[in-house]
């Protein structure tokens, strides 16, 4: 079993629309990421949420806003989007409270193209 | 600002030789360094991690070294195999005072082993 899903992992879509990417974990964490991925390859957190609650909002536009209707699951909804979004977004989770970086599990990344 | 970054951004080996990745960073109040691979297609995967208070850390194959000296991370593999090739990121963990972990990443290297 997948223990970090996101759906769709492919997307292409028109400038201006509106999109979602979903992300659920199964593996009862309580602290939820996105991170995205830009042509160079390039790692940047976005949010994080910790039981519902952000806890994390990087310098994103507005037009990105996280939605965790439970612990397991944190979709990412973007309005208006931009030849700029382009890139792979990627969801995570990890345990509340725990140091050990190793308990941070990446999903397997959604490739958003707006044209 | 913080930033954590990568010497090399590409590394061609042979199989069966070492391969050394290395890595500097800038924030001297980091309390864990973690090391993750991303094969092609995939979310980036723990390979090892090290504190801030050991230089050495090894597990199967791969060996990190930490000199805080310097600010210098590194990511030795020993016995390079085609299935090492992937895109390899040092990252940053720091603990949130809300919860959980947000990590910083490098900018990559892309290892390629030769046959």
């Known amino acids: 079993d997948t223990a970090v899903s996101q759906t769709p992992k492919y997307l292409v879509t028109q400038m201006g629309n509106d999109k979602s990417i979903k992300c659920e974990q199964n593996l009862g964490h309580d602290t939820m990421y996105w991170y995205k991925q830009d042509s160079k390859k390039f790692l940047k957190i976005m949010f994080s949420y910790n039981n519902k609650e952000l806890i994390i909002n990087e310098t994103v536009p507005n037009r990105f806003s996280p939605k965790s209707p439970d612990k397991a699951h944190l979709n990412l909804h973007i309005n208006s989007l931009e030849l700029g979004d382009s890139a792979v977004y990627f969801c995570?989770?990890?345990?509340?409270?725990?140091?050990?970086?190793?308990?941070?599990?990446f999903g397997e990344g959604s490739w958003l193209t707006v044209v | 600002g913080e930033s954590v970054g990568l010497h090399l951004p590409t590394l061609s080996v042979q199989e069966g030789d070492n391969s050394i990745i290395n890595c500097a960073y800038s924030?001297?109040?980091?309390?864990?360094f973690i090391w993750y691979k991303q094969e092609s297609g995939k979310g980036p995967q723990f390979i090892i991690d090290?504190?801030?208070?050991?230089d050495k850390r090894q597990g199967q194959r791969v060996t990190v070294l930490l000199n805080k000296t310097v600010k210098h991370l590194s990511l030795q593999i020993a016995a390079t195999q085609p299935g090492d090739s992937a895109v390899y990121f040092c990252a940053e963990n720091s603990i949130l005072t809300g919860g959980g972990n947000k990590l910083t990443f490098g900018t990559g290297t892309q290892l390629k082993v030769e046959l």
């Open positions: 924030n001297s109040a980091s309390d864990y």
């Open positions: 090290i504190r801030s208070n050991m």
């Open positions: 995570a989770s990890s345990q509340y409270r725990v140091p050990k970086p190793n308990t941070i599990y």
